[in-house]
């Protein structure tokens, strides 16, 4: 009884769906860099994109990283960008990340990059990793994230 009790509150941490993760298993979300899952399906990305993650958490917070080798192993393959973004129950808010603007010499139509979302929750820190190819086409997202007034703090923090 106390053993399912444990079992059930453990389960479900978070989620990273934009770019999808490369694999979902909750006792897995501990093992960096991604949850112990391998490469997966390559996402088109634009340079300018949000991230969705969804939180099972009312109070946590995430921060990313990014790697740009072909196949990264571990956690040294990854270098962070971006702030910590707080996240409540539900979905974590939009936050526009431009990664063209962070790296400017690597992030070019058809290159491949893996995002790391590490998710800081009551639980510990948790992985969750998507594989993408950038694309330039043309983004709507900066500019109606723009108009958006409340998003103002958050995109000067992550396109300075
Ligand atoms: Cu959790």
Not at 18 to 47: H, I, M, V, W, Y
Not at 57 to 70: D, P, V, W
Request: aromatic share 12%; charged share 10%.
């Amino acid at each position: 009884m106390f053993k399912a009790i444990l079992v059930t509150t453990a389960l479900a941490h978070f989620k990273l769906t934009n770019p999808p993760t490369r694999g979902f298993d909750d006792l897995k979300e501990f093992t960096a860099p991604c949850s112990g899952f391998p490469l997966s399906t390559r996402t088109p990305f634009q340079f300018v994109s949000t991230l969705s993650i969804t939180s099972y958490h009312s109070t946590a917070s995430y921060n990313t990283s990014i790697s740009f080798s072909q196949d990264p192993q571990t956690q040294s393959d990854f270098v962070p960008w971006g702030g910590v973004v707080q996240c409540t129950l539900g979905n974590c808010p939009d936050v526009p990340f431009d990664f063209q603007k962070a790296f400017p010499d690597k992030v070019k139509t058809g290159v491949n990059a893996t995002l790391q979302v590490i998710f800081n929750s009551p639980d510990g820190i948790l992985y969750n990793c998507g594989d993408i190819t950038f694309t330039d086409s043309a983004s709507s997202l900066t500019n109606s994230a723009l108009k958006h007034f409340s998003l103002l703090p958050l995109v000067l923090l992550f396109v300075q």
